[in-house]
Antibody, heavy 115, light 110 residues
Framework: EVQLVESGGGLVQPGGSLRLSCAAS????????MHWVRQAPGKGLVWVSR????????SYADSVKGRFTISRDNAKNTLYLQMNSLRAEDTAVYYC????????WGQGTLVTVSS | QSVLTQPPSVSAAPGQKVTISCSGS????????VSWYQHLPGTAPKLLIY???KRPSGIPDRFSGSKSGTSATLGITGLQTGDEADYYC???????????FGGGTKLTVL
């Protein structure tokens, strides 16, 4: 069974850092592009970042460029999102999603940026 | 403000049909595949349609997708109360080099 399980969310002060993880199982992780998508409270889905199957290519939304870094460890079947210089507007549920069509999603992890 | 435009809400009676539109531009819908997602609060979004009109295994044929030019449409027939959810269209934007979603449409089955 395909599973994506996010972790690492929590409460952080403005300017702080967090690293999110997404543990994948039930499929060949190393064959898929992976994405992070977020949803702020009461708002819609917003794409954050993507990484190629072998980690050789990444892309970011303008709102997080220079602050967030996506990476992956194919040996551990795990996707990461390093989030630095966090702002209140980064408060959201963060989902990892598989493939170019986001064919599978995790349940999400909540990140709250507040003093 | 989302790059793709969806109506904020639609409603219909059980058993009826509803369509949800998604409007974009040549840099996104016009030249890339469109997907549709169903999202219930607190749960993982679910892929309903990919590559404009294909259904993943397990998705009933009550759900359909189409694309024409820079617009796409999700159709749902035989509405059930369990279909009440938020629906999102999504694609890649070649000019932005970024993924883009619509603002979401809340479906109410009256």
């Amino acid at each position: 069974e395909v599973q994506l399980v996010e972790s690492g969310g929590g409460l952080v002060q403005p300017g702080g850092s967090l690293r999110l993880s997404c543990a994948a199982s039930g499929f060949t992780f190393s064959s898929y592009w992976m994405h992070w998508v977020r949803q702020a409270p009461g708002k819609g889905l917003v794409w954050v970042s993507r990484i190629k199957s072998d980690g050789s290519s990444t892309s970011y939304a303008d709102s997080v460029k220079g602050r967030f870094t996506i990476s992956r460890d194919n040996a551990k079947n795990t996707l990461y999102l390093q989030m630095n210089s966090l702002r209140a507007e980064d408060t959201a549920v963060y989902y990892c999603a598989r493939g170019t069509s986001y064919s599978r999603w995790g349940q999400g992890t909540l990140v709250t940026v507040s003093s | 403000q989302s790059v793709l435009t969806q109506p904020p809400s639609v409603s219909a009676a059980p058993g009826q049909k509803v369509t949800i539109s998604c409007s974009g531009s040549s840099s996104n819908i016009g030249n890339n595949y469109v997907s549709w997602y169903q999202h219930l609060p607190g749960t993982a979004p679910k892929l309903l349609i990919y590559d404009n009109n294909k259904r993943p295994s397990g998705i009933p044929d009550r759900f359909s997708g189409s694309k024409s030019g820079t617009s796409a449409t999700l159709g749902i027939t035989g509405l059930q109360t369990g279909d009440e959810a938020d629906y999102y269209c999504g694609t890649w934007d070649s000019s932005l080099s970024a993924g883009v979603f619509g603002g979401g449409t809340k479906l109410t089955v009256l």
